[in-house]
């Protein structure tokens, strides 16, 4: 078996695989499946520096381990744990602490239960209370008559 370092020079998303470049040869790998860690799906980006494993029935069959810090890759974070989604978008844990940062987030869920040391409270009984409040004070729940009113404050 033989351990190796290159640079991702081109991915297959679909297939989980990337082709990888070893400077020390110039010469590249052919599609390599990316080890996996509990089902967790993230691909490298070309021109990650990863790590691969090539068996010893032929360098063509192996393995990319994954990337490895070093050069202009650096942690962004130095306690805790943060998964990265993409430049825009990770997580992390940090003393108990959660954060998830992202432009948009989605739950979907049959029951969505927010909870917190003042008590808790359903995403259903929310839209509920909101809508009386909307009712008690006569603004409509119409989206179409929002949007123009929402058009006439802005001229």
């Known amino acids: 078996m033989g351990l190796r370092i290159g640079r991702v020079i081109k991915r297959y998303p679909s297939e989980g695989k990337v082709q990888v470049m070893y400077e020390d040869e110039n010469s590249a790998s052919l599609p390599l499946p990316m080890l996996t860690?509990?089902?967790e799906y993230a691909m490298p980006s070309v021109g990650d520096r990863v790590v691969t494993l090539?068996?010893?029935n032929g360098s063509s069959k192996g393995f990319v381990l994954g990337t490895y810090y070093g050069g202009s890759m650096q942690p962004?974070?130095?306690?805790?744990?943060?998964k990265d989604f993409d430049s825009d978008a990770y997580m992390a844990c940090v003393e108990g602490g959660y954060l998830l940062k992202a432009k948009t987030i989605t739950l979907q869920?049959?029951?969505l239960v927010l909870k917190c040391s003042e008590g808790e409270i359903t995403a259903a009984e929310m839209i509920r209370r909101l809508e009386r409040l909307e009712d008690r004070l006569g603004?409509?729940?119409d989206v179409e008559s929002d949007r123009l009113r929402e058009a006439e404050w802005e001229q």
């Open 37 to 39: 860690m509990n089902q």
């Open 54 to 56: 090539h068996l010893e």
């Open 139 to 141: 603004l409509t729940a």
């Open 76 to 82: 962004k974070a130095d306690k805790g744990y943060r």
């Open 109 to 111: 869920a049959e029951e």
